[in-house]
């Protein structure tokens, strides 16, 4: 009945096998890959041994036409060297913020003036976003958040004592504002800010004048937005100002 030796052993694997009809001879094949299937369950673990095992590549991109360099697994990432002036700057500018930040506090009490209440609030949520970033900024280098400067007294709303930093209000400036209302208050508010703001360009100035300074990415960067940034407010204001005298004179 076979004669072909080929068919003979076929009929003798499906015997062995037990697959004896058409459709078991087409799940031939499924036989075949659920064993290789099985193989390879048995040498994944193997394969995820060797990857686990193996030690983190830390790889130096070399210099423009120089090749790469391997460095120790056990190297380590540390922060650029920075300038005493920086650490200054930023802690000044942290002092220098939260009296912005506290003057604005004072808007929604003393003025009903949409535009300087709009102003207001830019001012304060970008400043006090700046102050954690500036904080962080500290911290991360094992540096104190304030800075002492004996002989320039001055109080926050908190109670702390602040440093009177450029362009910042005096304390009879601050308590003429607190007592303030309505147009008066308005008037106070943006001359103040206007003073504050530049004296926080001045900061930038200082800063990026003292050698080695403001070459920290994160200083530099900040400081540069600090400048933009207040120097388009500073026009705001007066162009605010402006326009109230205006409407006084009329």
Known sequence: MFSDPSKRELSG?????????????????????????????????????????????????????????????????TLPPRSPADVEFMQGMIMHHAQAVEMTALIPSHTENKELRALGARISSSQADEIKMMKRWLAARGEPISMAMPGMPDMDASGHAMALMPGMLTPEQMEALRKAKGAEFD?????????????????????????????????????????????????IMQGMLENKASEEKR
């Not at 499906?14 to 659920?34: F, M, W």
């Not at 960067?221 to 026009?235: L, M, N, S, Y």
């Open 13 to 77: 694997f499906r015997r062995k096998s037990g697959i004896h009809s058409a459709s078991g001879t087409a799940a031939l094949p499924g036989v075949l890959l659920a064993l290789a299937a099985a193989t390879g369950m048995f040498c994944a673990p193997a394969r995820a041994q060797q990857t686990e095992g193996a030690a983190p590549v830390v790889v130096q991109p070399g210099a423009p036409g120089k090749p790469s360099k391997t460095l120790p697994a056990s190297t380590k990432g």
């Open 187 to 235: 008037r106070l508010f943006l001359a103040g800010m206007i003073q504050h703001h530049n004296g926080a360009l001045i900061m930038v100035k200082d800063l990026f004048d003292t050698a080695g300074a403001g070459q920290d990415a994160e200083v530099f960067d900040f400081a540069t937005d600090v400048d933009t940034g207040q120097r388009a407010e500073i026009k």
